[in-house]
């Protein structure tokens, strides 16, 4: 077997050297970001050493940015995107017109024809996806109002390039460039198509795909994902994961000539309906930042150093008009829209750079003799350097923050009315209304104690609407969502959202309005546990080990009596609605379980069945029975849905149903 693979020499050398470079990058309290893509330069064919194969490099990176946009759109949902079309549609397509037009008067000064400088300015006006989702993820602000407008916004412009790259080469001659060969859309109608039958088509294939996805993807995907995790293999459920995202990718873009992102966006969408899509997200993580690594060093591999001292005016006009004359176009589109100051800079600073559309277009305006390979120079070096300038905005952005919160305290979109404060004092404040969130606030309604959910998902929010639950309808890392729900009067706070360092975020704003505040967290890992102590938690629960905790509770015997009383056909012990009150209070009030070592203390008093959840929400009448006995007398007992990593999936997922026709 040949020792020498360019494919193997490619992932090795992209992977070592982004690893230690963006290891040096940390260190010097720079974004790793910065270390992918100066580790790009090195390993490209403009330096000495060792050279990566670049066009594998850029079909790697594909895979990441499929990978990345599938994963975005399990965290959207339709609901999602139209609630900013209002924004995301002009505001995109002005931004595009804006810095289309400064493209081409750079074009027109240095002497390119205006087919040149259509195409460059095409190539300017777009952002990169992986770039724009890695900045709003670090930020956790990615399923926030800022969020969804930013990610509107690029879909958008993924639409917008994929006409540009159908009608470039049917406007080629027209535009100045020599004639386009053949093209799928020509040879679907026989001919030499004209412009209007082109956009037709292309129009028609766009909307074809989005119809069959809504129509039938999103009943066929989530029912073959619910079948393969009830087969109980982790292993076939991660391949199907896989499957899914890169083949609807795939085939999105050979069967309907969209671009991967966009196929593997709406893919995430369709099975974001499905319980299982926080699984499905947590089996992509591991290779999705890999291949998004590839990405960054792909991008650096195509830049010739060169241009730094060959061309230093133009490069310096041409990053000029990404990342202050894009950014001004869009800061003043979100400003006339209504939003305030904080979420106009985010967005703006958000399209500060360009990435994957900026070179095919390049490439594309190369082959047909529009663009000079100057132009696809001059894209490629802004492209690097707005992604290492991208992260320095942010920060400024941060920086900024309490002084635009402060200037502008109400909310940032003018139509949307001040967020009223709750009249509660001394309640708990819920945060997030997931599958643990709902069973806490179940918990905590069955005591009798007051408290308020903040919550951002219209269809959580709706429920609790309905169950006559007190919501605050936002996102929690936003300010005014923690002044509404009153959290400088609050007892406690339960941070019941699933990602341990998402919640850290809010964690810190919580404690600084209210620092003798109790917080209560959930965790997965280590890591995340560390994160919330720093960040000042009270009492974190780890949801592995409090499973492992509960197993050996019925093991060793903790409920042994009420296991034998119902054997027997004794009376199943029965708890009065205030002592279960009582079990459920106590055990909000962070009565610390030892997580290892001795065995748990007694929650009830001794001799007692072990109190869980099930127990304080199981009722009849005006009683609250013991597990047991409830189902013994055919009570529905309330269980936790998420099963651990290591359990097989089959214990967690019922049967799928057949797919509606």
Known sequence: MPHHSPLVATIVGAIVLAFLLGALAQRLKLSPLVGYLIAGVLCGPFTPGFTADPDLALELAEIGVILLMFGVGLHFSLADLLSVKAIAIPGAVVQIAVATVLGIGLAHLLGWSFGGGLVFGLALSVASTVVLLR?????????????????????????????????????????????????????????????????????????????????????????????????????????????????????????????????????GMVLSESPLSQRAAEETLPLRDAFAVMFFVSVGMLVDPSIIWKHPLELIATLLIVVVGKSMAAFALVRLFGYGNATALTISASLAQVGEFSFILAALGVSLDLLPAEGRDLILAAAIFSIVLNPFFFLAIDKLRPYLVKAAPTPEAAKVPALPQTEKTEHTILVGYGRVGRLVAAGLETAGTPFVVIEDQEDAVESLKKAGIEVVNANAAALEALVAANIAHAKRLILAIPDGFAAVGVLKKARTLNPKLDIIARAHSDAEVERLKQGGASFIIMGEREVARGMLGHVFGLDKKATSDAASGAAAEVQTEEAAKDAATRAIDAVEVPLAGDSAPDLLAPGTALPDLGDVLTSTSDTVLTREAAVEGGAKVVVAEQFPQDQPASEAVPEPSKPAA
């Open 135 to 267: 900045a709003l993820q670090e930020r956790r602000i990615l399923e926030s109002e800022q969020g969804r407008v930013a990610v509107g916004w690029l879909i958008v412009e993924d639409l917008a390039m994929v006409l540009a790259l159908v009608l470039l080469p049917a406007l080629s001659e027209a535009l100045g460039g020599r004639p386009a060969t053949a093209t799928a859309t020509t040879a679907l109608v026989g001919g030499d198509a004209g412009i209007a039958v082109t956009l037709a088509i292309t129009l028609g294939k766009v909307v074809a795909f989005i119809a069959l996805m809504l129509i039938v993807g999103r009943r066929v995907i989530p029912w073959v994902l619910h079948w393969v995790a009830h087969r109980g293999s982790r292993e076939l459920f991660r391949l199907a994961v896989l499957a899914i995202a890169l083949g609807v990718a795939f085939g999105s873009a050979m069967l309907f000539d969209v671009s991967f992102a966009l196929g593997a966006f709406f893919a």
